[in-house]
């Protein structure tokens, strides 16, 4: 019997960065696990949809699907979007079982992954010397969402001994450029910004500006394809997997 496929379910952007960088990092996963069927999917702009994908799927005799939602808090998309999706899905094809995951959330491991794009973003501006950082991410109206955000921040701010500031690029305060200049009213004047993004798009573009604009001395990546995620996805997979056995 094969085992269930693995959907790699992104929110999706109208910037082709933003899907360029999830589809890589989908290839990652497929390298790691090239025994699995592995497909990438978008809840909305961008292609293939999920529905399309599950159709994919069914057609070449899959009955049960794993779907890992790449998303970084519990907030609306994942909670609404992806049952309501799948559900749908489920209610087009008789017999198929899908069973989502936990989204990939803000993982410690991908604390790691934060540092390396960071490391490669002081070393482009030539900066050798931080007094303070602040963690960039997209922000929600769900403050759970949020205090995940803080949550791993603290982590970070412990990690490398420096005050570390959440900031958002939408939805709730602070922006990273009020973060910023907060900092620098302290006296702080070597302010590095970390963006806990995905991939690339609108929101982490307007983060990065307004954080240089602010007096932010580098600003890293996303954290695109990167090992460590594919491995976060690996992860979901299998736990995915163990709950679609029937007891």
Known sequence: MAAPALVALAHGSRDPRSAQTIKALVAEVKAMRPDLRVETAFLDLAKPSFDTV??????????EIVVVPLLLTEAYHAK??????????MARHEGLRIQASRILGMEAAF????????????KAARVRELDALVLAAAGSSDPLANQSVARIARTWAARHRLPVTAAFASATPPATGEAVRALRAEGKRHIAVASFFLAPGRLPDRAA???????????????????AVARAILARYAVGAVELVPV
């Open 80 to 89: 609404v979007d992806v049952p309501e999706v799948i559900a749908s899905a």
């Open 111 to 122: 604390l790691e992954v934060l540092d390396v794009r960071l490391r490669d973003a002081l």
């Open 54 to 63: 599950v159709d994919r799927l069914v057609k070449a005799g899959f009955d």
């Open 209 to 227: 500006e307004l954080a240089l604009e602010a007096g932010a001395v580098a600003v890293s990546d996303p954290l695109g394809a990167h090992p």
